[in-house]
Structures are given as C-alpha cells and as structure tokens.
C-alpha cells in the first residue's frame, strides 16, 4: 500500500465518511490504481434506499481522479476543488455494488490534462470482473477559473 485513507482525505476535498477511497495500490505519472470497500458500509453516504447502484461507481473514478490530479500537485498545497464536467461512454455491467463482497479496485488513466482541467478513462473491477468503465472530465481549481 502507498497511502492510506488518512492521507488520501488530506489530499482531496471529500473529507469524513465521503472520502470513499481506503488505499492507493500504484500509481506513476499516468496512473492510478486504489482499493476500497466502503461499497459494503451500510452508513455509506452514497446509499439510496439501503442500494449502491453500479452508476455511483462514477463517484469512485472522481475521487481517483482528483487524488491523480492532487498528487501532481507539490506537497502540502492545498487540495483543489473542482466539479465533473462530462462522464462519457459509460458501461454498466453490474446492477449493483454492495452485493459485491470482493473490495473494488478503481484504475484511473489520464487522457489528458492542462492546468485547470482534466480528462480520465477509468475502469472499477471486483477481482477479475469489470464492474464499470468510462470516461470523466473535469474542471479543476474552480475558484482560481473566476478571475475578474
């Protein structure tokens, strides 16, 4: 393990039982590959109606993502804020995550990446089995985009 749940919250701006990632397996200037399984936590923020549908696997690769992002960033900068701005190509072949027993391993890849914006393919896998997979962009740093 290269990082914990503990320093993958100081590095994100999702804090508390909302920091859905556990672990950081590998990662390089590209990628990243985390592990969890908060999906089997019944007081999971994520929940509706008790579920874990497969789509909030979406937030998974967010947060992978942002960690990715985060981690480029020199040490002890501030985690930067940002919102999705597309989710493409998405491939759903699990109804649900929570009947899963297996932790999720979340693989992020970075397409592509400015100062401000980011793009990653992603894929989630319990196992050998492909849960998930997609596309995400998002903007980055949203208070330094609003420059008068």
Do not use: K, W
Not at 51 to 69: D, K, S, T, V
Not at 127 to 134: D, F, N
């Amino acid at each position: 393990m290269l990082m914990g749940q503990s320093e993958i919250a100081s590095r994100i701006p999702h804090q508390g039982s909302m920091c859905l990632l556990q672990e950081v397996q590998a990662m390089d200037a590209d990628h990243i590959i985390c592990a969890t399984r908060t999906h089997l936590d019944p007081a999971n923020p994520m929940r509706e109606g008790g579920r874990m549908g497969a789509a909030l696997g979406i937030e998974y690769a967010a947060q992978a993502m942002a960690l990715h992002c985060a981690l480029q960033q020199p040490q002890g900068e501030r985690p930067r804020g940002g919102y999705l701005t597309s989710v493409r190509d998405v491939q759903l072949l699990a109804d649900v995550l929570d009947a899963i027993p297996e932790p999720l391993s979340v693989r992020a890849e970075r397409i592509a990446a400015s100062e401000q914006t980011a793009m990653y393919q992603f894929t989630i896998h319990a196992g050998e089995r492909l849960l998930l997979q997609g596309r995400i962009a998002a903007v980055l740093d949203v208070a330094a985009a609003h420059v008068s």
